[in-house]
């Protein structure tokens, strides 16, 4: 199970931090991203963090990249998305996922609102 | 970047008739090791993606086989051999092949005639 939090309003320019706590399977091992959908639209993928046994490493969608941080606590179960420099085409439903293309289970949060308005 | 076009982008169908939605991607997407990663996903009204297909053409567990996908190269079909009340909503391609980044198709939506 992914549960997603931290969403809500914020104005341009702003900055919000997204958390996703995870349980149900061994999220140490998992490489986790994040995924938007603007109202309406369809899905975008934002950005992913390998397991800390893969690296670690973090890749970026380039409208996010510079200004969106990925990290993970893995003591804590828990994915986080650092979103600086809000812009209005940020607005969107986001997503926690272990979104892979692999015979391994793949799960999803319900998402959290972003919504960024003056 | 790869991306992904579906068509078609709206899809009406009657119960219990087939339908068939294609993916195409701008480049192909075998991998290195001989494999295609091509998911297909389905959102319904208010709810999360669920992954239906993965490579092509393995059903997630739990998925009817009244769906299967197939495909090679750069050109794939999710195909729905007998169109239930459930099957309405929203479906995606996506490749897992040239990452990053992961690029869904622009969806295609699925209703009830």
């Known amino acids: 199970q992914l549960v997603e939090s931290g969403g809500g309003l914020v104005k341009p320019g702003g900055s919000l931090r997204l958390s996703c706590a995870a349980s149900g399977f061994t999220f140490t091992n998992a490489w986790m991203s994040w995924v938007r959908q603007a109202p309406g639209k369809g899905l975008e993928w934002v950005g992913r963090?390998?397991?800390?046994?893969?690296?670690?490493?973090?890749d970026y969608a380039a409208p996010v990249k510079g200004r969106f941080t990925i990290s993970r606590d893995d003591s804590k179960n828990t994915l986080y998305l650092q979103m600086n420099s809000l812009k209005i085409e940020d607005t969107a439903l986001y997503y926690c996922?272990?979104?892979?293309?692999?015979?391994?289970?793949?799960?999803w949060g319900q998402g959290t609102l972003v919504t960024v308005s003056s | 970047d790869v991306v992904m076009t579906q068509s078609p982008l709206s899809l009406p169908v009657t119960l219990g008739q087939p339908a068939s939605i294609s993916c195409r991607s701008s480049?192909?997407?075998?991998?290195?090791?001989?494999?295609?990663?091509l998911n297909w996903f389905h959102q319904r009204p208010g709810q999360s993606p669920r992954r239906l297909i993965y490579k092509v053409s393995n059903r997630d567990s739990g998925v009817p086989d009244r769906f299967s996908g197939s495909g090679s190269g750069t050109d794939f079909t999710l195909r729905i051999s007998r169109v239930e009340a459930e099957d309405v909503g929203v479906y995606y391609c996506m490749q897992g092949t040239h990452w990053p980044p992961y690029a869904f198709g622009q969806g295609t939506k699925l209703e009830i005639k």
């Open positions: 996922s272990t979104l892979n293309a692999i015979p391994i289970p793949d799960y």
């Open positions: 963090i390998k397991s800390k046994n893969d690296g670690g490493a973090t």
């Open positions: 480049q192909s997407l075998v991998y290195s090791d001989g494999n295609i990663y």
